[in-house]
């Protein structure tokens, strides 16, 4: 295990041994953030490669894993899970410049756990962290479109419903600025009037937020990178648990984006 916390690191770090042999032996790597090793059920990887080595971020405490306080790895799984575990704070850019400069160039991928991307609070700075994890080819894969929902408008100091598709798109969209460092969510709009957005409101919806982060890619990110938008399953690297909700979220029709190092 490695602790970001204090920036210390040990001469000869497990997590780092890890890689090396699964990198000498053809593997992939990936890294998870807001995962914990006992989670390891949850994930697959198809068309990727079957069997990664999986490296979890979290800023859990290892000894404070559910799993470990209930007694149900063994000793030779926690031993082995430790090897696995980076704890820190994916929000912070501190924790995240001491990431890359000891894993720098490791990971094929970067995913993450389905139900974390309501707490990012990423900037181009966080992602240039994150860019220079990858490995050329490497991607990023993250949800970036959680609950920014806007049921009503407020004019003159006063609550109205909205009444029209055109006020709706309007209210989304009016603080995407590329100038600002940080990355804004994909709004998700629910509207209090008796009809849905129109197919045509919705499409011009995912235009704009498409043109806001190809634009904000390039004011913040260099070209070795690419950074889009993508409308698929929302979490592609997470499997069905049986649990409804959960199941829901993981498999519903969403945007998510994806950053690939380029060179």
Known sequence: MI?????????????VEQ????????????????????????????????????????????RDIEHLKSAEASPETTSDWEKQFIQG?????????????RFGACFDLITLDFSVSKFMDFTGQHLQCFLG???????????????????????????????SDEEAVNLCFEWLDVAQERLEYKPCVKVRWSHALSSES?????D????????????HMPD??????????????????????????ITELRHYLVMRRLS
């Not at 704070?89 to 400069?101: E, G, M, R, T, Y």
């Not at 919705?202 to 995912?206: D, E, F, G, K």
Request: hydrophobic content about 40%; proline content about 6%; aromatic content about 10%.
């Open 202 to 206: 919705a499409q011009l919806l995912r």
């Open 208 to 219: 704009i937020y498409t043109q806001y982060i190809e634009g904000w890619k390039t004011t």
């Open 224 to 249: 070795t990178c690419e950074l889009h938008v993508i409308e698929d399953s929302v979490f592609p690297y997470w499997q069905a648990t049986g649990h409804t909700d959960r199941d829901r979220w």
């Open 89 to 101: 704070d994916f929000n912070s850019l501190s924790d995240l410049s001491a990431i890359q400069l």
């Open 3 to 15: 602790i970001l916390g204090m920036h210390v690191f040990a001469a000869e770090d497990p997590v």
């Open 19 to 62: 890689i090396i042999q699964s990198q000498s032996a053809g593997k992939r790597i990936v890294l998870v953030l807001g995962a914990t090793p006992p989670e390891s059920g949850n994930l697959k990887f198809p068309g990727f490669d079957q069997n990664p080595l999986i490296i979890y971020l979290s800023d859990i405490h290892f």
């Open 133 to 163: 994890m990858l490995t050329i080819g490497g991607a990023m894969v993250f949800d970036y479109s959680p609950s920014c929902i806007v049921l009503t408008l407020k004019k003159d100091g006063v609550i109205q419903p909205i009444a």
